[in-house]
């Protein structure tokens, strides 16, 4: 052997080593970088919340101007144009979760609209109040009371055509929905 060969030798064993070592500073990534660091993002855990509710009874009252009745028994009642109902159910809210929001709607048990099945003439309106009478929209979280309301009013200027209607209340039901917070 001679000693070009053997610095050949030595200069392609010199180049395999240094690539070889610019191989293992790279470590697969491309990159030079020898300093680095990590933490924990910081938050430990969050859950869901939920949404209950416990209905109670109904309770009517006759709110016609001049005929005023604390209670009524919706049952044997007839409404005639000019006549006022109002129905009152309380309903205990046991609520967890930050930014809830709900809708309360009153449907006729089968998701329809109330109103719909009411004879010509009357108007249905629907609200959930506070114990003041107040709207509410929101909810706290833990446990409150609320009621839904219920409104039957006979237009004064109702013609025949809703004489001797039914109006099946039976089925009517409050529905609670959570709604998406707004960013109002």
């Given at each position: 052997?001679?000693?070009?060969?053997a610095?050949?030798?030595?200069?392609?064993?010199?180049?395999?080593?240094?690539a070889?070592?610019?191989v293992?500073l790279?470590?697969?990534?491309?990159?030079?970088?020898?300093?680095?660091?990590?933490?924990?993002?910081?938050a430990?855990?969050t859950?869901?919340?939920?949404l209950?509710?416990?209905?109670?009874?109904?309770?009517?009252s006759?709110?016609?101007?001049?005929h005023?009745?604390?209670t009524?028994?919706?049952?044997?009642?007839?409404?005639?144009?000019?006549?006022?109902l109002?129905g009152r159910?309380?309903?205990?809210?046991?609520?967890v979760?930050?930014?809830?929001?709900?809708?309360?709607?009153?449907t006729?048990g089968d998701?329809?609209?109330l109103?719909?099945?009411?004879?010509?003439?009357v108007?249905v309106?629907?609200?959930?109040?506070?114990?003041?009478?107040d709207p509410?929209?929101e909810?706290q979280?833990?446990?409150?009371?609320?009621?839904?309301?219920?409104?039957?009013?006979y237009?004064?200027?109702a013609?025949?055509?809703?004489?001797?209607?039914e109006?099946?209340?039976?089925?009517?039901?409050?529905?609670l929905q959570?709604?998406?917070?707004?960013?109002?």
């Amino acid at each position: 052997m001679t000693t070009g060969t053997a610095t050949k030798r030595s200069a392609v064993k010199g180049t395999i080593a240094a690539a070889a070592g610019v191989v293992v500073l790279l470590g697969g990534a491309g990159s030079f970088a020898l300093w680095n660091a990590q933490g924990d993002f910081g938050a430990s855990s969050t859950g869901t919340g939920h949404l209950k509710a416990t209905f109670g009874d109904t309770t009517w009252s006759d709110e016609t101007p001049g005929h005023e009745k604390d209670t009524v028994d919706i049952g044997t009642f007839k409404l005639v144009p000019g006549d006022v109902l109002a129905g009152r159910t309380e309903i205990t809210v046991d609520a967890v979760g930050d930014n809830l929001q709900l809708a309360a709607s009153i449907t006729d048990g089968d998701g329809t609209d109330l109103a719909a099945a009411l004879p010509s003439g009357v108007s249905v309106h629907t609200r959930l109040v506070d114990a003041a009478g107040d709207p509410v929209t929101e909810v706290q979280t833990g446990e409150s009371t609320v009621y839904a309301e219920v409104g039957l009013q006979y237009d004064v200027n109702a013609d025949n055509t809703g004489m001797d209607q039914e109006i099946d209340l039976s089925g009517v039901q409050v529905d609670l929905q959570q709604v998406a917070p707004s960013a109002d």
